[in-house]
């Protein structure tokens, strides 16, 4: 199977791709730090007929950018609409 990881912290990227490796259930790993990669990689795959992910885990908070736009961009899709998302995110909150 192939993932797909959005998230603007390359740290983490490494750490879940190392982690779903380890469960031997992926054999390939895409990464991308903005929604804009994302996309572009998701529409270059279906341009080039590869394989699209078979799972994306996303971050909600990528900067400026809200994390579930991208789940919008996939159920758009009848080729992409399919694919599961595993959404993770570490969420700052105010203490008044």
Known sequence: MKALLIDDHPLVNIGITSWLAETGHFSAFEQAQTLAEAK???EDAMEA?????????????????NGLDFIRFLKGSRETKSIPVLVCSILETLSS
């Open 49 to 65: 007929g590869r394989s699209l992910p078979s799972i994306v885990v996303l971050d909600v908070q990528l900067g400026n950018e």
């Open 40 to 42: 572009r990689f998701i």
